[in-house]
């Protein structure tokens, strides 16, 4: 037993009070959202309603999952917070770092050569300090969750975005950068803006040819990739509850492709079979003895209008078959109508490869619906035109579809079989061919379709679609086919139709599996020491960073002004920068390479006001650093959007820039800047930005008597001698100036654990 049944128990046994408490201070019937939300405050019983989409909340999240490129980070600063062990139950999954190419054991044994002391790291560290791992070839994070922890009414961050897969077992699963993890680990509250609720009604059946996947790709048509910004997506209807609890992961796995915060569904009986289906009886057993309080109370369905934000209805009887894309995965054309979407587009309708699997869509059922389709190759005389590959989603669903013969059967029309990892979902595809970026289309069953997300290549077409249809669009080799009406000639030059797809929910022999690749770490591991080599590229232990000094900040260097747009991206990079996660020397190289320099309007090229000389950024402030000088960064609106990656707070942090003005920011970087001990200010007026020169040297004064809501006053030396004052608006509270005088956030955990 992975799973903690303590921790749910005590979980459950608040949940009535809380949420009576929480109905009395709302005043009227709670949405299942709401009452796992209230059901998680940090301060036990609520004692006040949160206005939706306005107040900032303090939750206690049950559970923490890492994925292996963003776990690296999070876990080299909960290093620094001086615990003994992790304060909730959290786990680490290995699954982004391994690249598909020949089949699954090949690439496997390869990427654990090449990563090996990523690998290692993660697993001295799960081991030392309470953390299960999942080692590389177990599976991927959120399927692993779902089979393993995932449980109705609980809540949990990850450190991935697709997280919110466990709202298919009834969960508020949200994900979060790695500073946020570090905090839960180390026994902080979790801070969010109390979300708007967008509720969907599913009515009638799935059938045929539709699956669930389709329903997600009709709501992100709806309400494209924006429309669930800062909202929880909250299902309900018959339709809700006729579908498998797989299909509902999938569901919630794609809400991050509205932007949604979350998804969820309330506790039904497929819920209850999954448990039991994945040795979690006792689980399901305690969620049916506070059934009433896992689902939304009754006047909320009955009315949906009255109680959520907004409210769509889908009819699934009606469900057509969905293909998104390309390049967006809000793009949905029904299958009937992709024929003449492609012909008006010019979108290539020679299918090279289909994909099945990955996180979102390689559960037993998808399998076994595809391989029905796979059957109908040999049985109806067929050849499959496309390539055809499948990512198995975690060991026990490869372990048992190979018992059961499927792997066979896809063999037979040819298909590859890689790692049960990420792979080509994340980019780590080595396709042939990639690299002459020539013009082609894939369907695929993963979530995402951005350009050059499979393969690297800008002209790769990819379009997503359930399972069952990449199977059959494969079949097919082409993307105008539509199984429902349209026929394939076979061998023998007969015309023949595919029968629409069936499976099986969950598997007749039940799961099974013989290595599921868990490590369970030690009962007390004060022994246990990390492995980091010190001339490591790749890892790099933390020095915890310094406190404030104590005085106001003078001579303060401008290190750049950026110009327009500067998201997260602009500020620490990705691409092949990933690599570089586990080490802040080695990442701070991109610092800043991407924003824009007001002066120049060029890319990473800033003025060097100790030499007087133009060079990239990193470099010219590791020169400030070596010279003992700190500096400021100046931006524009909304700096620091994009992901709530927390390098970009810390890279600045790590190379000595003491302070980020800006006429606003997004509201995650500017926390993770408090978090990591920078200040970061606003223009009290907002035209003062045009008063900032490049060789300017800026005081900040104000700071010993540094307090929330009073501005920082600041002193422009411009290089002609003159000067003048303006002033800095914060956002700081009491415990976030303490973050500040204290050097940075975990420097104040430790505090508390080290002494
Ligand atoms: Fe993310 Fe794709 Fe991996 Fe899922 S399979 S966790 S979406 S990279």
């Not at 009986?269 to 506070?290: C, F, H, P, Q, W």
């Amino acid at each position: 037993m992975v799973f903690d049944l303590e921790m749910i128990k005590k979980v459950y046994g608040s949940f009535p009070g809380r949420i009576s408490a929480a109905r009395k201070v709302v005043g009227r019937p709670l949405t299942l959202t709401e009452k796992i939300l209230y059901a998680h405050l940090w301060q036990g019983d609520a004692t006040q309603a949160y206005e939706r989409g306005k107040s900032y909340v303090d939750f206690a999240p049950d559970r923490v999952a890492m994925q292996d490129a963003t776990a690296q980070m999070a876990l080299l600063q909960f290093m620094q917070a001086g615990r003994d062990k992790v304060a909730v139950p959290s786990t680490v999954h290995c699954d982004h770092l391994i690249v598909a190419k020949e089949n699954s054991k090949v690439d496997l044994d390869r990427a654990v050569q090449e990563s090996k002391e990523v690998y290692d790291f993660l697993a001295s560290v799960s081991n030392k300090y309470g953390i299960g791992f999942w080692k590389p070839g177990a599976g991927i994070i959120h399927q692993v969750v779902l089979e393993n922890y995932a449980f109705p009414g609980g809540m949990m961050i990850g450190t991935d975005s697709h997280t919110v897969n466990a709202g298919g077992l009834g969960m508020i699963a949200i994900g979060v950068g790695g500073a946020d993890a570090c905090d839960v680990m180390s026994g902080l509250a979790w801070e969010l803006k109390m979300p708007k609720l967008i509720g969907v009604k599913l009515t009638g059946k799935l059938n045929g040819w539709t699956a669930p996947k389709d329903v997600i790709l009709k709501v992100a048509g709806i309400l494209t990739v924006k429309g669930g910004t800062g909202a929880v997506v909250e299902y309900f209807g018959e339709g809700a509850t006729s579908m498998s609890c797989t299909g509902k992961g999938t569901i919630c796995n794609m809400g991050a492709e509205i932007g949604a915060t979350t998804s969820t569904f309330g506790y039904d009986e497929s819920m209850s079979r999954y448990l039991k289906a994945t040795g979690r009886e006792d689980v399901a057993n305690l969620a049916d003895g506070i059934r009433e309080h896992l689902t939304a109370d009754a006047e909320v369905y009955a009315n949906p209008e009255q109680y959520f934000d907004q409210v769509i209805e889908i009819n699934l009887s009606e469900l057509e078959p969905h293909l998104n894309g390309p390049f967006t995965p809000d793009l949905a054309t029904p299958i009937s109508k992709m024929k003449e979407e492609a012909a008006r587009n010019g979108w290539p309708t020679k299918v090279e490869v289909g994909l099945i699997g990955s996180c979102t869509n390689s559960s037993y059922e998808d399998i076994s619906r595809a391989v029905s389709l796979a059957k109908q190759v040999a049985e109806k005389g067929l050849k499959t035109k496309a390539e055809f590959t499948i990512t198995p989603g975690s060991e026990q669903v490869r372990y048992t579809i190979e018992r059961d013969g499927f792997l066979n059967t896809f063999e037979q029309i040819g298909a590859k079989v890689f790692a049960n990892a990420c792979g080509p979902c994340i980019g780590m595809w080595d396709r042939m061919g990639a690299e002459k970026q020539e013009k082609n289309t894939i369907v695929h069953s993963f979530n995402r379709n951005f350009a050059k997300r499979a393969d690297g290549n800008p002209n790769t077409y990819a379009f997503v679609a359930s399972p069952e249809l990449v199977t059959a669009l494969a079949i097919a080799g082409d993307l105008a086919f539509n199984p429902l009406t349209d026929t394939l000639t076979n061998e023998k030059g007969e015309q023949v139709k595919l029968d629409a797809p069936t499976g099986y929910e969950l598997p007749p022999k039940g799961f099974s599996v013989e290595d599921a690749g868990f490590e369970a770490p030690a009962e007390d591991g004060s022994g246990i020491s990390v492995i980091v080599d010190p001339a490591s590229k790749r890892l790099q232990l933390l020095d915890p960073f310094a406190a404030w000094e104590g005085t106001d900040l003078k001579g303060l260097k401008l290190l750049i002004k950026a110009k327009g747009k500067c998201t997260t991206d602009h500020i620490s990079m990705a691409g092949p920068w990933l690599k570089f996660r586990g080490h802040l020397d080695n990442i701070s190289n991109n610092l800043l390479i991407g924003a824009v320099n007001f002066f120049n309007e060029k890319t990473d090229s800033v003025k060097n006001q100790l030499s007087g000389e133009y060079g990239p950024v990193p470099a010219t402030q590791r020169s400030y650093k070596a010279a003992g000088i700190g500096s400021i960064v100046v931006g524009d609106e909304n700096y620091g959007e994009g992901s709530s990656r927390e390098h970009a707070a810390m890279e600045p942090r790590h190379l000595g820039v003491r302070a980020v003005l800006v006429k606003s920011f997004a509201r995650i970087h500017e926390t993770n800047l408090k978090k990591q001990g920078m200040l970061g200010l606003t223009f009290a007026d907002k035209s003062d930005y045009d008063k900032i020169m490049e060789d300017d040297t800026i005081d900040i004064n104000g700071l010993p008597s540094f307090a929330p809501g009073k501005a920082l006053e600041l002193v422009l030396h411009h290089a002609d001698g003159t000067s003048e004052t303006i002033l800095a608006n914060h956002s700081y509270n009491e415990q976030q100036i303490e973050w500040f005088k204290a050097g940075a956030a975990l420097n104040i955990i430790r505090r508390q654990f080290v002494n």
